[in-house]
């Protein structure tokens, strides 16, 4: 039974994806899960409870974060919540019939501990047919470079989500160019505060503004220069 005694099993659709919207706020991991396996038995599409009841949920929670009501233990416990929504999801939105059509190294830059939004797009990448290699959060220059030669993946994903990290990425882009082996690799980036603009200004090869669209570009990328190159 979830807070309050309420049975999330009795609730409508839309007053279940509104209770958890209350319960990732509030940061109840076992009622969010109780909650995602819920709406996915009763067939609603995992993306579909991906985006109303977990996202949204925490767009919610990152309002109050940023006007003073939340602060970081609060967001701690709803970041808690919503990674346990999502590794409910992650088999279906992870699953693929499709054979391995490229490799991704993908991580969050250097000072930036916020990795939600780059589990989403690795799941996602997954899904359309990727291996990935998640190289998690706080990621300095070297990190990716070792990876980027070790793995020798078709594409390099980075994502930041704060305003003072996002230069970083220009800063992996830059030593990629010093090295002379940018062109090895299709570079896409992300986050909250990016932009197409700004994707272009540091070089990348793609902004993407959600997990969706990133597995979307990842695979037209991809197919593109196997195609230039055949
Ligand atoms: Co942070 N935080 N936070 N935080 N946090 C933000 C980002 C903030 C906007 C909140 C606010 O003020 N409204 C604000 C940044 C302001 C700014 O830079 N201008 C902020 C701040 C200030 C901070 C701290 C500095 C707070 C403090 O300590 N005083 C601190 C910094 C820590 C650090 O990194 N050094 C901090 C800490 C934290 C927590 C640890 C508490 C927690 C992170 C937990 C975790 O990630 N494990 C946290 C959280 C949860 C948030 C908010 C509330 C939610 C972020 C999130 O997960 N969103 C956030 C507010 C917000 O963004 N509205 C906030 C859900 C997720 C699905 O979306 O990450 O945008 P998102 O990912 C999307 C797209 O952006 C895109 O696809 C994803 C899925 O569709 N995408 C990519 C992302 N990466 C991509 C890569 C791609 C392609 C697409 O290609 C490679």
């Known amino acids: 039974m979830a807070a309050d005694d309420i049975d999330l099993a009795s609730l409508s659709d839309e007053d279940l994806i509104r209770q958890m919207h209350d319960d990732l706020y509030d940061g109840l991991a076992d009622e969010i899960v109780e909650g995602t396996r819920i709406l996915l038995e009763r067939g609603l599409p995992p993306d579909r409870v991906l985006n109303d009841a977990l996202v949204e949920g925490m767009r919610i929670v990152g309002v109050d974060f940023r006007d003073g009501i939340l ?102 882009i830059d030593a990629l160019v010093e090295r002379g082996i940018r062109d090895r690799y299709i570079v896409m980036v992300g986050g909250a505060p990016l932009n197409e603009e700004f994707g272009r200004a540091i070089g990348a090869d793609a902004y993407c503004r959600d997990a969706a669209v990133a597995a979307e570009t990842a695979k037209a990328l991809v197919q593109a220069r196997r195609a230039a190159v055949a």
Do not use: Q
């Open 71 to 172: 602060f970081v233990p609060e967001v701690l416990l709803a970041a808690n919540a919503i990674k346990a929504g999502m590794e409910v999801l992650r088999p279906l939105l992870a699953e693929t019939g499709a054979e391995r059509i490229g490799k991704v190294v993908i991580g969050t830059v250097k000072n930036d501990i916020h990795d939600i939004g780059k589990n989403l797009v690795a799941m996602m990448l997954e899904g359309a047919g990727f291996e990935v290699i998640d190289l998690g959060i706080n990621n300095p220059v070297e990190r990716y470079l070792e990876a980027l030669e070790e793995h020798e993946p078709d594409i390099l994903g980075m994502s930041a989500l704060l305003t003072t990290t996002m230069p970083y990425m220009k800063v992996v």
